[in-house]
């Protein structure tokens, strides 16, 4: 059976983000906006993000969810609902709301610039064969410094025999 290469899927979501987060940091290529330290990521937050960070993080994220639905034809639109939540309205019921949509617009056009995703002709985005690359070479580094994969199987052990005799 030939062996295939690792991809975004294939490690734990968290992992990702933070490492790729970690590689848009370093490689100082995202310039971050000039709001983004007072700026909410929705409204139905009430306080600004606490991580100096975290526009490195909804970008890696962005990213990853870009990479996942490749082809869907998501827009701007479709991501706002996808970070949105629940706005707790007193006593009223709460309600879905989206997030923030210069917040995600400013990531895109940061990972346009980086190409790492394009726009695609039948609509949204979609990512790059480059930023796949770049992607997929970050998982592979994940892959590596985790102690277990994910999907091997554990070895069973035979099940102790009783006899009554």
Known sequence: ?????VTVRDVPAADFISAYSKYLKKSGNVELPKWVDIVKTGIHKTMPPESP???YVRAAALARK?????GDGRGINAYKRVFGG???RGSKPPKVVTASGAVIRAAVKQLTKLKVVE???KGGRKITSTGQRDLDRIAAQIRRTMKKPINATPKSEPAPT???A
């Open 1 to 5: 059976m030939p062996r295939r290469g």
């Open 53 to 55: 960070d975290w526009f």
């Open 66 to 70: 870009i990479y996942l639905n490749t």
């Open 86 to 88: 629940k706005q707790r």
């Open 119 to 121: 726009l695609d002709p």
């Open 162 to 164: 009783t006899s009554t």
